[in-house]
């Protein structure tokens, strides 16, 4: 009989469905993984097995079957505590099947290796109980992570939409007050206050085109690729630079652009990457020092360079062009600006690149094709 065979030798099928687990380089423990697993599912099969002796055909097929009674479904719901068990030990799927698998593997070997016999009506039951486990743990195992990966989601934009709404927010109250004082007499367009607006407004305009950028980036949107002039392309990141007073304490050099060098790119993709490598630059270079604009053709290759003054990239910062990634003293942001940076840049056809200078900065490289005209 398979359920008295399963009693008399249950310690020595756990520590060999233990030993192929181990046996497996993913696996990470066996202990708490065998917690909901196999020991119970074991003493499930055997009550299973024990039931069916003293049944007909039929209420055989239904005690073990994918019906909601008996110890089938006690089967697939501690199976279903199982899958999720794995999932919170960071386990793939395929272990979760795996581990039913190996239940099957150490029965049959061991039957084999004592001359046990199994019956055909035993091994269906056998086989029965395992389809109803492994579909209850991955049932569970889908169903967690789907839940997992939504709550990390939904996390993920939380925590990109507070900044930019703190952004925003910013814009607009300093160009509400700037209306006000308009609306009140007290002020003129032409002066300080109107300068103040207009950059409050561009800096929006700024912000919702970035914020458009790394969303057509990150949804896999193709670019929209048109030929367009080095000089001009700068010419309106500097502008761009211009109308953010943050980046008005530090120095801010742009060299001169050949005006004959043409790309051919998504100019706003790689106007956001290239905000991205400024807003750093501006965000982490020690006071009083400068940041540098470089943009200039080498053979047919055109470099973008952004170069600051931050001391040199600090240690462990080798995965800096990764996402959630941050470098610097200063954690505020998401650590997403240079891993958008580096996907823009490769939708357009180029590469991005850091070269560490310590003890006194770092630079930026984006490096594109040089578009010649046919």
Do not use: W
């Not at 233990?18 to 202990?31: D, G, Q, Y």
């Not at 061991?110 to 991955?138: H, M, Q, S, W, Y």
């Not at 050949?258 to 020690?286: C, H, S, W, Y």
Request: net charge negative; proline share 4%.
């Amino acid at each position: 009989m398979l359920n008295e065979f399963l009693m008399k030798n249950r310690q020595l099928l756990i520590d060999r469905c233990r030993l192929l687990v181990i046996s497996r380089s993913e696996s990470k423990a066996t202990e708490h993984e065998l917690a909901h697993g196999i020991p119970i599912f074991l003493d499930q099969l055997i009550e299973t097995l024990t039931v069916e002796q003293s049944a007909g055909p039929s209420e055989r097929r239904t005690l073990s079957s994918t019906d909601t009674r008996g110890t089938a479904c006690e089967i697939a719901e501690m199976a279903a505590l199982h899958g999720r068990d794995l999932l919170e030990q960071g386990f793939t799927l395929e272990q979760v099947v795996r581990d039913y698998g190996d239940v099957c593997q150490a029965v049959t070997q061991l039957a084999d290796e004592t001359g046990a016999p199994i019956k055909v009506d035993e091994f269906r039951t056998l086989n029965r109980c395992l389809d109803n486990a492994i579909a209850g743990a991955v049932t569970e195992y889908a169903h967690q992570k789907a839940v997992v990966e939504a709550e990390n989601g939904y996390q993920a934009l939380n925590a990109k939409l507070g900044p930019l709404v703190h952004e925003l927010r910013n814009y607009l109250q300093v160009a509400t007050y700037a209306v006000k004082s308009f609306k009140e007499g007290r002020v003129g367009l032409s002066g300080a206050t109107g300068a103040m607006l207009d950059r409050s407004l561009q800096g929006m305009n700024n912000l919702i085109d970035r914020s458009l950028a790394e969303v057509r980036i990150t949804s896999g949107i193709p670019p929209r690729l048109e030929v367009v002039r080095l000089a001009d392309f700068v010419a309106d990141v500097v502008a761009t630079v211009a109308m953010n007073p943050s980046t008005h304490a530090f120095p801010f050099m742009v060299s001169p652009v050949d005006p004959d060098i043409d790309i051919r790119v998504d100019a706003e993709m790689l106007a956001a990457a290239v905000g991205n490598l400024l807003q750093n630059a501006f965000k982490f270079t020690k006071p009083h020092t400068e940041v540098k604009l470089h943009a200039y053709r080498r053979d047919d290759r055109i470099f973008i360079t952004v170069e600051d003054h931050c001391g040199g990239l600090p240690a462990g910062a080798q995965n800096l062009l990764v996402p959630y990634v941050q470098g610097g003293a200063d954690r505020s942001g998401l650590g997403l600006g240079l891993d958008i940076c580096r996907r823009s840049t490769e939708a357009n056809g180029g590469t991005l690149r850091v070269r560490d200078n310590p003890g006194v900065g770092c630079a930026f490289t984006i490096e594109l094709p040089r578009h010649h005209p046919a």
